[in-house]
């Protein structure tokens, strides 16, 4: 069964600094890999995705990912957060393995992201 | 286009009453699927479909029924809430989850029940 962590509950970064938010999954096959936002009493928005091809997938509002095969990451960066970034973010896995069967879209804990002044 | 709907935006119910949990979707999407929100514990999925007809569990599917009569709609049934069951339940759906086409998946606005 497939899996996704975000071992970090929140990440507090100053404006301006480069921030990232870190991600590791589980899956028996090829994974497909998304990362979302969520601003308070909204639902998520989608921000990026990893499907294949570059390593390093560019998304919404800055924001890019670099996938890690070897280390099953899949981490979250921009390199001068704003204010404007402070919420919540969660990462998601997709199981491509193959099966004639659906796969499940699994999310991990989420991370809050507080950028100050 | 509407998007993701969810009806009710808030819910209170009494232990032991039923409800269903309505969410349609206009973008012909093949993909549908229930989550929970709890605090600490992100979105858990509840269940899924990959058309009409076809439903599948997820990782916390007890409790809940749904069933997928048409594309554009997924109802999820609360059989007999409990308090575990207060949370924020979001609907959401994404295109064919086979090929080489999108993949993510566009969510509702939630919905807020709370289970006294």
């Known amino acids: 069964a497939q899996s996704v962590a975000q071992p970090e509950d929140q990440v507090n970064v100053a404006e301006g600094n480069p921030l990232t938010v870190k991600c590791t999954y589980s899956?028996?096959?090829?994974?497909?890999l998304f990362w979302y936002v969520q601003y308070p009493n909204r639902g998520l928005q989608f921000l990026l995705k990893?499907?294949?091809?570059?390593?390093l997938v560019k998304g919404s509002y800055g924001f890019e990912a670099e996938f890690n095969k070897s280390q099953t990451s899949f981490h979250l960066k921009k390199p001068s957060a704003l204010v404007s970034d402070s919420a919540l973010y969660f990462c998601?896995?997709?199981?491509?393995?193959?099966?004639?069967?659906?796969?499940?879209?699994?999310f991990g804990s989420g991370t809050r992201l507080s950028i100050r002044p | 286009n509407a998007g993701v709907t969810q009806t009710p935006k808030f819910q209170v119910l009494k232990t032991g009453q039923s409800m269903t949990l309505q969410c349609a979707q206009d973008?012909?999407?093949?993909?549908m699927s229930w989550y929970r929100q709890d605090p600490g514990m992100g979105l858990r999925l509840i269940h899924y479909?990959?058309?009409?007809?076809?439903?599948d569990q997820g990782e916390v599917p007890n409790g809940y029924n749904v069933s997928r009569s048409t594309t554009e709609d997924f109802p999820l049934r609360l059989l007999s809430a409990a308090p575990s069951q207060t949370s924020v339940y979001f609907c959401?759906?994404?295109?064919?989850?086979?090929?080489?086409?999108?993949?993510?998946?566009?969510f509702g606005p939630g919905t807020r029940l709370t289970v006294t």
């Open positions: 990893y499907i294949t091809g570059d390593n």
């Open positions: 479909s990959v058309g009409a007809g076809i439903t």
């Open positions: 899956v028996s096959g090829n994974p497909y």
């Open positions: 959401a759906s994404s295109y064919s989850y086979q090929g080489s086409g999108s993949y993510e998946q566009y």
């Open positions: 998601a896995v997709r199981d491509n393995g193959g099966y004639s069967s659906a796969s499940k879209i699994i």
């Open positions: 973008m012909n999407h093949e993909y």
